[in-house]
T-cell receptor
Framework: DSGVTQTPKHLITATGQRVTLRCSPR?????VYWYQQSLDQGLQFLIQ???????AKGNILERFSAQQFPDLHSELNLSSLELGDSALYFC?????????????FGSGTQLSVL | QKEVEQDPGPLSVPEGAIVSLNCTYSNSAFQYFMWYRQYSRKGPELLMYTYSSGNKEDGRFTAQVDKSSKYISLFIRDSQPSDSATYLC?????????????FGKGTHLIIQP
Protein backbone atom coordinates (compact mmCIF):
# COMPACT_ATOMS: atom_id res chain seq x y z
CA ASP A 1 0.00 0.00 0.00
CA SER A 2 1.55 3.29 -1.18
CA GLY A 3 -0.42 5.44 1.25
CA VAL A 4 -1.99 7.42 -1.60
CA THR A 5 -5.79 7.09 -1.69
CA GLN A 6 -7.88 7.65 -4.80
CA THR A 7 -11.64 7.64 -5.10
CA PRO A 8 -13.71 6.42 -6.78
CA LYS A 9 -12.02 3.27 -8.14
CA HIS A 10 -14.36 3.08 -11.11
CA LEU A 11 -16.48 5.69 -12.85
CA ILE A 12 -18.85 5.16 -15.74
CA THR A 13 -20.42 8.19 -17.34
CA ALA A 14 -21.72 9.54 -20.63
CA THR A 15 -20.23 11.90 -23.18
CA GLY A 16 -20.67 15.56 -22.32
CA GLN A 17 -20.79 14.94 -18.58
CA ARG A 18 -18.49 16.23 -15.85
CA VAL A 19 -16.76 14.14 -13.17
CA THR A 20 -14.48 14.78 -10.20
CA LEU A 21 -11.67 12.46 -9.16
CA ARG A 22 -10.28 12.73 -5.65
CA CYS A 23 -6.82 12.05 -4.24
CA SER A 24 -5.41 12.03 -0.72
CA PRO A 25 -1.60 12.07 -0.69
CA ARG A 26 0.65 10.13 1.69
CA UNK A 27 0.82 11.64 5.14
CA UNK A 28 3.41 14.44 5.09
CA UNK A 29 3.66 14.71 1.30
CA UNK A 30 3.19 18.21 -0.07
CA UNK A 31 3.23 17.48 -3.79
CA VAL A 32 0.45 15.88 -5.78
CA TYR A 33 0.68 14.80 -9.42
CA TRP A 34 -2.01 13.65 -11.82
CA TYR A 35 -1.33 11.20 -14.64
CA GLN A 36 -3.46 9.67 -17.38
CA GLN A 37 -2.70 6.14 -18.58
CA SER A 38 -4.04 4.68 -21.80
CA LEU A 39 -2.92 1.74 -23.91
CA ASP A 40 -1.79 3.83 -26.86
CA GLN A 41 -0.25 6.81 -25.02
CA GLY A 42 1.14 5.16 -21.89
CA LEU A 43 1.50 7.20 -18.71
CA GLN A 44 1.11 10.90 -19.46
CA PHE A 45 1.75 13.68 -16.95
CA LEU A 46 -1.18 16.08 -16.58
CA ILE A 47 -0.49 18.52 -13.76
CA GLN A 48 1.34 18.95 -10.43
CA UNK A 49 0.46 20.89 -7.29
CA UNK A 50 2.82 21.70 -4.46
CA UNK A 51 1.45 22.90 -1.13
CA UNK A 52 -1.70 24.25 -2.75
CA UNK A 53 -0.12 25.94 -5.75
CA UNK A 54 0.11 24.75 -9.33
CA UNK A 55 3.72 23.79 -9.98
CA ALA A 56 3.91 22.20 -13.42
CA LYS A 57 1.60 21.52 -16.31
CA GLY A 58 1.83 18.74 -18.83
CA ASN A 59 -0.52 17.51 -21.53
CA ILE A 60 -3.67 18.62 -19.75
CA LEU A 61 -6.66 19.56 -21.88
CA GLU A 62 -8.47 22.84 -21.29
CA ARG A 63 -11.57 20.81 -20.38
CA PHE A 64 -9.64 19.41 -17.41
CA SER A 65 -8.75 21.30 -14.26
CA ALA A 66 -7.36 20.47 -10.84
CA GLN A 67 -6.81 21.99 -7.45
CA GLN A 68 -5.12 21.17 -4.17
CA PHE A 69 -6.91 22.11 -0.97
CA PRO A 70 -5.45 23.36 2.35
CA ASP A 71 -5.58 19.82 3.77
CA LEU A 72 -3.43 18.83 0.72
CA HIS A 73 -5.97 16.54 -0.89
CA SER A 74 -6.48 17.17 -4.59
CA GLU A 75 -9.30 16.93 -7.07
CA LEU A 76 -9.15 16.52 -10.84
CA ASN A 77 -12.20 17.81 -12.68
CA LEU A 78 -12.95 16.49 -16.16
CA SER A 79 -15.72 18.21 -18.12
CA SER A 80 -17.42 17.88 -21.51
CA LEU A 81 -16.23 14.31 -21.51
CA GLU A 82 -15.45 12.57 -24.78
CA LEU A 83 -15.04 8.88 -25.59
CA GLY A 84 -11.29 9.41 -25.87
CA ASP A 85 -11.10 10.50 -22.23
CA SER A 86 -11.68 6.90 -21.15
CA ALA A 87 -8.49 5.92 -19.32
CA LEU A 88 -6.91 5.15 -15.98
CA TYR A 89 -6.22 8.31 -13.99
CA PHE A 90 -3.51 8.12 -11.37
CA CYS A 91 -2.59 10.43 -8.57
CA UNK A 92 0.92 10.36 -7.13
CA UNK A 93 2.50 12.21 -4.25
CA UNK A 94 5.97 13.12 -3.04
CA UNK A 95 7.36 14.97 -0.05
CA UNK A 96 8.80 17.90 -1.97
CA UNK A 97 9.15 18.87 -5.60
CA UNK A 98 12.26 18.57 -7.70
CA UNK A 99 14.23 16.50 -10.13
CA UNK A 100 14.98 13.60 -7.82
CA UNK A 101 11.75 13.24 -5.90
CA UNK A 102 10.40 9.70 -5.67
CA UNK A 103 6.74 9.45 -6.61
CA UNK A 104 4.26 7.16 -4.87
CA PHE A 105 1.18 6.27 -6.89
CA GLY A 106 -2.38 5.51 -5.86
CA SER A 107 -4.37 2.63 -7.34
CA GLY A 108 -6.07 4.85 -9.87
CA THR A 109 -9.57 5.69 -11.06
CA GLN A 110 -10.79 3.79 -14.12
CA LEU A 111 -12.93 6.19 -16.13
CA SER A 112 -15.22 4.84 -18.82
CA VAL A 113 -17.04 7.34 -21.02
CA LEU A 114 -19.89 5.76 -22.97
CA GLN B 1 11.23 9.24 -32.58
CA LYS B 2 9.75 9.09 -29.09
CA GLU B 3 11.94 10.29 -26.20
CA VAL B 4 11.75 6.91 -24.46
CA GLU B 5 11.29 3.61 -26.26
CA GLN B 6 10.34 0.38 -24.52
CA ASP B 7 9.31 -2.93 -26.06
CA PRO B 8 5.72 -3.61 -24.91
CA GLY B 9 6.13 -7.39 -24.96
CA PRO B 10 4.61 -9.57 -23.70
CA LEU B 11 7.81 -11.24 -22.54
CA SER B 12 7.19 -14.76 -21.25
CA VAL B 13 9.90 -16.70 -19.41
CA PRO B 14 9.97 -19.78 -17.16
CA GLU B 15 10.26 -19.45 -13.40
CA GLY B 16 13.88 -19.14 -12.24
CA ALA B 17 15.13 -17.54 -15.47
CA ILE B 18 17.07 -14.28 -15.61
CA VAL B 19 14.94 -11.52 -17.10
CA SER B 20 16.33 -8.55 -18.99
CA LEU B 21 14.14 -5.49 -19.57
CA ASN B 22 15.39 -2.51 -21.54
CA CYS B 23 14.68 1.06 -22.56
CA THR B 24 16.39 3.38 -24.98
CA TYR B 25 16.13 7.13 -24.94
CA SER B 26 17.06 10.06 -27.11
CA ASN B 27 17.34 13.01 -24.69
CA SER B 28 20.91 13.27 -23.40
CA ALA B 29 19.72 15.61 -20.62
CA PHE B 30 18.20 12.70 -18.69
CA GLN B 31 20.17 12.10 -15.49
CA TYR B 32 17.78 10.22 -13.19
CA PHE B 33 16.58 6.76 -14.17
CA MET B 34 13.86 4.73 -12.54
CA TRP B 35 12.04 1.44 -12.91
CA TYR B 36 8.46 1.06 -11.79
CA ARG B 37 6.49 -2.17 -11.45
CA GLN B 38 2.76 -2.10 -12.12
CA TYR B 39 0.46 -4.98 -11.27
CA SER B 40 -2.87 -5.27 -13.04
CA ARG B 41 -5.41 -2.71 -11.76
CA LYS B 42 -2.80 -1.11 -9.49
CA GLY B 43 -0.67 2.02 -9.60
CA PRO B 44 3.03 1.96 -10.54
CA GLU B 45 5.36 1.15 -7.66
CA LEU B 46 8.95 2.44 -7.56
CA LEU B 47 11.36 -0.47 -7.82
CA MET B 48 14.79 0.97 -8.60
CA TYR B 49 16.26 4.46 -8.75
CA THR B 50 19.67 5.39 -10.18
CA TYR B 51 21.48 8.61 -10.88
CA SER B 52 23.65 8.94 -14.00
CA SER B 53 25.61 5.92 -15.27
CA GLY B 54 26.46 2.70 -13.49
CA ASN B 55 24.87 -0.26 -11.77
CA LYS B 56 22.65 -0.57 -8.74
CA GLU B 57 21.66 -3.81 -7.08
CA ASP B 58 18.78 -4.50 -4.70
CA GLY B 59 18.14 -8.15 -3.89
CA ARG B 60 17.22 -9.99 -7.08
CA PHE B 61 17.04 -6.73 -9.07
CA THR B 62 19.90 -4.93 -10.84
CA ALA B 63 19.53 -1.68 -12.72
CA GLN B 64 22.12 -0.62 -15.29
CA VAL B 65 22.51 2.72 -17.00
CA ASP B 66 24.74 3.26 -20.04
CA LYS B 67 24.51 6.94 -20.87
CA SER B 68 26.95 6.69 -23.77
CA SER B 69 24.52 4.33 -25.52
CA LYS B 70 21.39 5.97 -24.06
CA TYR B 71 20.31 2.55 -22.85
CA ILE B 72 19.03 1.36 -19.49
CA SER B 73 18.32 -2.17 -18.28
CA LEU B 74 16.65 -3.96 -15.43
CA PHE B 75 17.73 -7.52 -14.64
CA ILE B 76 15.67 -9.85 -12.48
CA ARG B 77 17.45 -12.95 -11.17
CA ASP B 78 15.68 -16.12 -10.07
CA SER B 79 12.39 -14.80 -11.46
CA GLN B 80 9.20 -15.72 -9.61
CA PRO B 81 5.55 -15.88 -10.76
CA SER B 82 4.94 -12.91 -8.43
CA ASP B 83 7.26 -10.85 -10.67
CA SER B 84 4.61 -11.06 -13.42
CA ALA B 85 3.65 -7.43 -14.01
CA THR B 86 4.22 -4.51 -16.34
CA TYR B 87 7.59 -2.80 -15.88
CA LEU B 88 7.88 0.87 -16.80
CA CYS B 89 11.12 2.75 -17.16
CA UNK B 90 11.12 6.44 -16.33
CA UNK B 91 13.71 9.14 -16.63
CA UNK B 92 14.13 12.74 -15.66
CA UNK B 93 16.46 15.54 -16.57
CA UNK B 94 18.46 17.58 -14.06
CA UNK B 95 16.47 20.59 -12.98
CA UNK B 96 13.34 19.04 -14.38
CA UNK B 97 10.23 18.83 -12.29
CA UNK B 98 7.28 16.53 -12.78
CA UNK B 99 6.91 17.71 -16.35
CA UNK B 100 10.40 16.40 -16.99
CA UNK B 101 9.63 12.85 -15.84
CA UNK B 102 9.09 10.74 -18.94
CA PHE B 103 7.80 7.18 -18.83
CA GLY B 104 8.21 4.34 -21.29
CA LYS B 105 4.99 2.57 -22.26
CA GLY B 106 5.94 -0.50 -20.23
CA THR B 107 6.89 -4.13 -20.88
CA HIS B 108 4.39 -6.79 -19.88
CA LEU B 109 6.31 -9.64 -18.19
CA ILE B 110 4.90 -13.11 -17.61
CA ILE B 111 6.76 -15.63 -15.43
CA GLN B 112 5.50 -19.14 -16.10
CA PRO B 113 5.43 -21.46 -13.05
Amino acid sequence: DSGVTQTPKHLITATGQRVTLRCSPRSGDLSVYWYQQSLDQGLQFLIQYYNGEERAKGNILERFSAQQFPDLHSELNLSSLELGDSALYFCASSFRTGANEKLFFGSGTQLSVL
Amino acid sequence: QKEVEQDPGPLSVPEGAIVSLNCTYSNSAFQYFMWYRQYSRKGPELLMYTYSSGNKEDGRFTAQVDKSSKYISLFIRDSQPSDSATYLCAMQRTGGGADGLTFGKGTHLIIQP
